[in-house]
């Protein structure tokens, strides 16, 4: 059975640093990208960032590029997320979730669904 | 930049049909995928590459693509299906990125 387990979370002040984890287990680790999904209280998913399963390619939303950095230890079955600079509107439950992969005649493998997704991890950035 | 419109509320009686659109230029050249997520839990992938169904998700879950618009659609709704559902699709264009709709609250009266 494929799990995903978050930790790192907490409270933070504004312009302070974090590094959330995501714990993987149940299946190839280095074989699938992975990615960061966040969820602000009581407000809709937001996609934060991707990484390839070899960690040679990352991806960022516009809102965290230069603040977050996405990476991944295949020896470790684990995926991070270090956050800086962080302010209000980071608050949010993080997500780590597995990347669905399919190939396209055209453009060869593709990155598509996030299946399945951890429990979450709560970060809080107040003063 | 990329957005995909959800309807934010859907109401049904149980046992009718309930049809969440989701609505985004791009969607004619990329997948969308669906998640339903219930109060203090994860989300849950429930239809994968337009119309797939993931094992384990009922038979009454569906999903269908027509130009622009995408549809999840939800046969026979049960009280258990009251939950927000979230559109995905990926921007592959100029960049990678991925985005979510709004979200659509699912209410079984």
């Known amino acids: 059975e494929v799990q995903l387990l978050e930790s790192g979370g907490g409270l933070v002040q504004p312009g302070g640093s974090l590094r959330l984890s995501c714990a993987a287990s149940g299946f190839t680790f280095s074989s699938y990208a992975m990615s960061w999904v966040r969820q602000a209280p009581g407000k809709g998913l937001e996609w934060v960032s991707a990484i390839s399963g070899s960690g040679g390619s990352t991806y960022y939303a516009d809102s965290v590029k230069g603040r977050f950095t996405i990476s991944r230890d295949n020896s470790k079955n684990t995926l991070y997320l270090q956050m800086n600079s962080l302010r209000a509107e980071d608050t949010a439950v993080y997500y780590c979730?597995?990347?669905?992969?399919?190939?396209?005649?055209?453009?060869?493998?593709?990155?598509?669904?996030?299946?399945?997704w951890g429990q979450g991890t709560l970060v809080t950035v107040s003063s | 930049s990329y957005e995909l419109t959800q309807p934010p509320s859907v109401s049904v009686s149980p046992g009718q049909t309930a049809r969440i659109t989701c609505s985004g230029d791009a969607l004619p050249k990329q997948y969308a995928y669906w998640y339903q997520q219930k109060p203090g839990q994860a989300p849950v992938l429930v239809i994968y590459k337009d119309s797939e169904r993931p094992s384990g998700i009922p038979e009454r879950f569906s999903g269908s693509s027509s130009g622009t618009t995408v549809t999840l659609t939800i046969s026979g709704v049960q009280a258990e299906d009251e939950a927000d559902y979230y559109c995905q699709s990926g921007d592959r264009t100029n960049s990678y990125r991925d985005v979510f709709g709004g979200g659509t609250k699912l209410t079984v009266l």
């Open positions: 979730a597995k990347v669905g992969m399919y190939y396209d005649i055209l453009t060869g493998y593709q990155m598509g669904w996030f299946d399945p």
